[in-house]
């Protein structure tokens, strides 16, 4: 059969009223999804994971894993135990073990006669390019690890990193994983205010970043955001930090602090090319990754080392179908994020992969630069996010046209629900109609993929993520726990631990019992909607909590609302994620200003300098990622009795749909005058 011939499956219908309610309208009103692209017959024969590795899973899921990891991962001292849940819900794995994570991405790789392998092409945003070997990797680490312990950086002290994408970034993690410290990646886009809470929260020792990056073919600054991040502030507690090593990227001029800065290339340079990994237990914290959560304070997500490389390296080897010696691997994801974790960093580099890394953004200079960067370096597979392909599909397809991708042999998606026209457009203008495409489903919290096709086994539908990977458990269940039929809609639930299961929020182990695990004692409750097609596969439709999901990036309502009523104008906010074609979801706030400023809205321009103000403002607290794409000035918010705001009204509202059922209101002739307000259109976007 042709590859470009679907066969027919039964339907993936989606309807509305799928239990949790509240998932973003828009992902409900779904087709009826009747294709499914099974692999080629050539792909299948030749894929690392064939349809017996669900069987043997499912005979033995702990064995299965100790296979794993004892194929994939590289132990100083062998574990014994495979996985210790007596105190549950903080998981051991492999907990007997000992392991280096910079030892298993690189040291091993050489040791294994691998060391003139490209580990790295980069691309600079300005054209500026560096290939990096396994050897020459391992020399940069060792140096890097040499400069951290010189600057007094001690095995469980805890590093932030807040650089950007730069081969730099990737040692600077390896380095720190390397003696041991857990590092913690700020992503480059988040402001001085959201930098200051994070460091405080990690109680960092030192921060990593770099006088700037390259963005949209401008250098931005990053420094200046390190230095007020660490500056003393009044009711602030003094910081943790003693230095900052700085990397030279731009050349930029750059404020310095004597005893404090430090510049990377100096303290990389002047360090020994010979380092000895420090070997850590299996459940030594390998990072903490701050995300969004449903209130206004981002959680510390705490993972290890040994059960979290197990997985990165699983997945990543039998999701992608990697052959470390033949493909030129790519994932767009910042390490920022934790795709850039996980599928930069860690699961590539374990696995011995050729990767790229390109520093800026796919319009920079011109629509083509990713293809273009497809082309010139051969990549086979390419892992990015409905957002950038539904960009590319406005851009138009004409542009990926111009350039030989036909070396693309895998394609995945992550972050956010894929849009069935954007598979389809990803399948065929960028897969040449043969690429299958993998729409992997996981979150920060889980470390690694966790549902998704395998490329050699599974007929992709388009928009579905479909199938637990082999070792995973996961659900759709109702209200009681109780799974739900085929057919039937729910909440995303993972019913037995992962490897790579986070082990805990840093700090605070009640939040993470409260927030995972009381919804449905025992079991980790993800935080999204979901739906099973009456094939048992699995369709995402959404977070059913306080979570956005914005151009993939996870933000949180509550936090975006305290940012607003921290500014003098505002007496009451409420942060919803409306529906958006481009961006999945986009922020649109609606606000209540102080009496004494309510008057300042009444006129156009009025409106349009609050509206400004508060976007403005929402960027200097969280960061721009965060700005809201609407602001709406209102009389009154609609609540409840007991007072918690109905998001589903105003979201109705935010996207221009008739109000649902507002009996639950306290007053409920709140919506009418929110709604007479809004007649007069407003609009600020950038
Ligand atoms: C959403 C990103 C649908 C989901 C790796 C999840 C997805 C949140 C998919 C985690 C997908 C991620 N289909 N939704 N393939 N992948 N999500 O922590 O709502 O930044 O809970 O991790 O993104 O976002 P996070």
């Not at 091993?108 to 500026?128: L, Q, T």
């Not at 009204?649 to 507002?662: I, Q």
């Amino acid at each position: 059969m042709p590859q470009n011939e679907p066969t027919t499956a039964t339907t993936g219908e989606r309807t509305g009223g799928t239990g949790p309610g509240d998932a973003p309208a828009g992902l409900e009103n779904l087709l009826h999804e009747t294709r499914a692209f099974p692999p080629s017959s050539g792909f299948a024969a030749h894929a690392n994971a064939q349809p017996g590795l669900y069987d043997q899973a499912r005979e033995d899921r702990l064995g299965f894993w100790a296979q794993q990891a004892t194929d994939l991962v590289s132990w100083r001292t062998p574990f014994t135990e495979v996985l210790d849940w007596s105190q549950a819900p903080v998981a051991r794995w492999f907990g007997d073990g000992r392991l280096n994570a910079a030892y298993n991405a690189v040291d091993r790789h050489v040791e294994a006669g691998h060391g003139d392998r490209v580990a790295i092409h980069f691309e600079g945003e300005p054209g500026d390019t560096r290939t990096v070997t396994y050897a020459e990797l391992q020399r940069e680490v060792s140096r890097a690890a040499n400069a951290l312990s010189a600057l007094g950086v001690e095995t469980g002290d805890r590093v932030v990193v807040y650089l950007p994408m730069i081969v730099e970034a990737v040692v600077a993690m390896l380095a720190c994983a390397r003696i041991g410290a857990p590092h913690s990646v700020v992503f480059g886009g988040f402001s001085a205010d959201a930098l200051r809470s994070r460091i405080a929260d990690a109680g960092a020792k030192l921060v990593i970043t770099a006088d700037g990056g390259y963005r949209r073919g401008a250098a931005s600054a990053l420094k200046p955001a390190v230095d007020a991040a660490i500056a003393p502030k009044e009711g602030a507690k003094p910081t943790t930090v003693e230095h900052v090593l700085v990397v030279r990227r731009t050349g930029q001029d750059v404020a310095w602090t004597d005893h404090t800065d430090v510049w990377w290339h100096e303290a990389v340079e002047a360090a020994d090319v010979q380092h000895t990994p420090v070997w850590v237990d299996a459940e030594h914290p390998l990072f903490i990754l701050y995300t969004s959560g449903t209130t206004g304070k981002p959680k510390g997500i705490l993972h290890t080392t040994g059960g979290y490389l197990t997985q990165a390296a699983y997945t990543h080897r039998n999701v992608f179908d990697l052959k470390p010696e033949d493909d030129v691997y790519w994932c767009t994801a910042d390490i920022g994020w934790v795709t850039g974790h996980t599928y930069v960093t860690y699961g590539p580099l374990v696995n011995g992969a050729t990767q790229v890394i390109y520093e800026g953004t796919p319009d920079t200079p011109h629509q083509g630069r990713w293809w273009e960067i497809v082309e010139k370096y051969g990549v086979s597979i390419l892992y990015t996010a409905p957002t950038a392909i539904r960009a590319c599909m406005k851009w138009g397809s004409e542009i990926p046209d111009r350039f030989d991708l036909s070396s693309l042999r895998v394609l995945g998606s992550v972050g956010e629900p894929i849009n069935p026209e954007a598979w389809m457009w990803y399948r065929r203008v960028i897969g040449g109609d043969t690429a299958p495409i993998v729409d992997t489903w996981w979150q920060t919290e889980t470390g690694a993929i966790m549902i998704s096709p395998l490329p050699g086994v599974t007929a992709a539908k388009p928009g579905s993520a479909q199938v637990p990977l082999p070792g995973i458990v996961a659900d759709v269940v109702d209200d009681d726990a109780h799974p739900v039929p085929d057919g039937g809609g729910g909440y995303l639930v993972l019913s037995e631990p992962w490897p790579s299961m986070l082990r805990g929020i840093w700090g605070d182990l009640e939040r993470f019992k409260d927030t995972y695990w009381s919804r449905f004692p025992g079991i980790y409750f993800a935080g999204d909607g979901a739906k099973k097609d009456d094939d048992g596969d699995i369709w995402l439709l959404g977070r059913v909590d306080d979570v956005m999901n914005i151009s993939g990036h996870r933000l949180s309502t509550t936090e975006i609302e305290s940012a607003l009523v921290s500014n003098e104008l505002v007496a009451e906010a409420a942060v919803v994620g409306a529906a958006d074609d481009m961006t999945g979801q986009a922020v649109v706030a609606f606000v209540i200003l102080r009496g004494e400023h309510a008057s300042e809205a009444e006129t156009d321009e009025g409106s349009a300098a609050i509206e400004k103000t508060l976007r403005d403002h929402v960027a200097q607290q969280i960061g721009p990622i965060a700005k809201p794409k609407k602001i709406l000035v209102v009389p009154e918010l609609p609540k409840t009795r007991s007072g918690k705001i109905m998001r589903r009204l105003l979201r109705d509202v935010a996207e221009n749909r008739a109000v649902g059922d507002a009996t639950t209101l306290a007053d409920s002739s709140v919506m009418d005058l929110i709604q007479t307000g809004l007649a007069k259109p407003s609009s600020s976007e950038d």
